[in-house]
């Protein structure tokens, strides 16, 4: 096998998904149902999935850990990277237990663990301080001693960013392409499909190949009164990894 047909398999693709704030806070219409060939299916034309991008952070990654899929509490490496510079701070339960990077960023999540996550100092949004979460529900399987040379990639887009300001939510998902399917191409930078808000971002993903990873941003800062302590976190593990390393 090729070099380049490794790189295609194991190349990682996000679904992007733009929708209104309201939107989210809303229960969407009812979608016509059928059933075909035993499966429930409806009109956004997918078959019946459990789980999507308005289940509540967590439970994608319980799910996971509970049915075997996953190791639970395996670290995987991840690669964090903002439009240009900026800061990258990673909680692990509380705004005292952080590790704060400089992108682009190296860092290890537990598989099953729903993580919150500061950007800030961005040239690009001066001032701008946003806190996504990153839900990590699978991991991948590099060769023996090699886990910190494939990291997930996560790529917070200045297009994300002006999204959330306008008012918006942004939810990706990550997934690692299936031999079979994937794109015969090779990219420069992490490619992403945008999908309507009215289909069902997991399971498009499924369909595409393994789910990695529900990265959420919108609006939301922790509060100054300190009513909310979960905002950081349960103190998931956040462990310092080694940046990949760059072979000529």
Do not use: C
């Amino acid at each position: 096998m090729t070099n380049s047909k490794r790189q295609n398999r194991s190349s990682l693709l996000t679904l992007l998904l733009m929708t209104l704030i309201v939107f989210v806070m809303h229960a969407p219409a009812a979608w016509s149902q059928e059933m075909i060939g035993g499966r429930q299916y409806n009109s956004g034309n997918q078959f019946y999935h459990p789980l999507n991008q308005r289940t509540p952070p967590g439970v994608a990654g319980q799910w996971a850990a509970m049915s075997g899929q996953v190791q639970p509490g395996y670290i995987q490496p991840m690669k964090f990277s903002l439009p240009s510079t900026g800061t990258l701070t990673f909680y692990a339960g509380g705004p005292d237990q952080a590790i704060q990077k400089a992108s682009p960023a190296s860092i290890g999540f537990g598989v099953g663990y729903v993580y919150r996550v500061k950007i800030s100092g961005m040239p690009e949004f001066p001032g701008v301080e946003l806190y996504p979460t990153i839900e990590l529900i699978d991991r991948l399987h590099p060769p023996a001693g090699l886990a910190e040379q494939y990291p997930v990639p996560v790529s917070f887009t200045a297009e994300d960013i002006e999204l959330v300001l306008s008012g918006r939510m942004v939810t990706k998902v990550v997934y690692l392409e299936r031999p079979q399917t994937a794109v015969p191409a090779q990219f420069d930078r992490q490619p992403t499909q945008t999908i309507t808000a009215q289909k069902n971002l997991i399971a498009e993903a499924d369909l595409l190949g393994r789910p990695m990873l529900i990265l959420r941003m919108g609006g939301r800062l922790p509060s100054t009164r300190g009513e909310d302590p979960a905002f950081f976190g349960n103190g998931a593990p956040v462990l310092e990894v080694n940046p990949p390393t760059v072979k000529n």
